[in-house]
């Protein structure tokens, strides 16, 4: 079997790290790229890392910064000239002074473009950086964490402005990608996926609004969604997914 890469970016806690501990079990992949931004809290990333010396690499950088990707790229090339797969698991509901908005009058401008920031605008950076790491002759899949709260047509609720416009707004960039990459990466998919509700710091101050069983841990979480990773084929490319395997109107 020849060898595979994939890198996961959000590596070092939550549905990322999940992700990190799933794959390495799975052993489909040769080397594993890890992104981790705060050395602080990516101490069982770097535990992990000294488990499997050979299979997982760590990485430090900030993928709302260009010259971060940039950077993560050359040293990714530096060691292979392909990936096979993409997940970003880099996201913000909340932090320090940032909460979903109940209201208009709780919009604040520089929160709202912190939501952006982190949420929206990385993916396609990741997308113009990785295209010549992802365009081979074989399947390669590019993947996005998203939300079921950014779907325009699912909104019925209202609220969280900034959230839900930020997940919006990364759904099109998602679409997009797809269609350029439909021209000049024939074989790569990409897809968005909600991962539903998870037992993550993300959702911790929303959780009591969850019913038991719609809130999974991170292990359930990444598992539902490597089944549908594993199961894309091209016919899947340019969709949203649910963490059960639904498609989402965007």
């Not at 594993?32 to 990516?42: D, E, F, G, H, S």
């Not at 000294?50 to 990707?69: A, F, M, R, S, W």
Request: glycine content about 6%; aromatic content about 8%.
């Amino acid at each position: 079997m020849s060898d595979k890469y994939c890198l996961i970016l959000g590596a070092s806690q939550g549905i990322g790290l999940g992700f990190v501990k799933q794959l390495i079990q799975e052993q489909n992949y040769t080397t594993i790229y890890t992104v981790y931004r705060n050395q602080n809290t990516a101490q069982e990333l770097f535990n992990l890392q000294k488990e499997y010396p050979h299979n997982i690499v760590c990485l430090q950088g900030d993928i709302t910064q260009e010259k971060d990707i940039v950077n993560i790229v050359e040293k990714i090339k530096s060691t292979a000239n392909k990936l096979h797969l993409v997940i970003n698991c880099v996201g913000i509901l909340h932090e320090e002074e940032i909460e979903p908005e109940k209201s208009l009058k709780h919009i604040n401008n520089d929160n709202l473009l912190r939501y952006f920031q982190v949420n929206s605008i990385p993916t396609v950076l990741l997308a113009k950086h990785l295209l010549i790491l992802l365009k081979h002759s074989e399947i390669s899949i590019f993947t996005t964490i998203s939300a079921k709260v950014g779907s325009i047509e699912d909104n019925y609720l209202g609220g969280w402005y900034g959230y839900r416009a930020s997940k919006s707004a990364l759904n099109m960039f998602l679409k997009n990608i797809a269609i350029e990459y439909n021209r000049v990466s024939k074989k790569t998919i990409v897809v968005a996926l909600h991962p539903g509700t998870t037992d993550t710091k993300l959702s911790k101050p929303f959780q009591g609004n969850v019913v038991p069983e719609k809130l999974f841990s991170v292990e359930r979480c990444t598992s539902q969604l490597l089944s549908i990773i594993n199961a894309l084929n091209k016919d899947d490319h340019g969709k949203f997914f649910s963490w059960d395997g639904s498609i989402l109107p965007w």
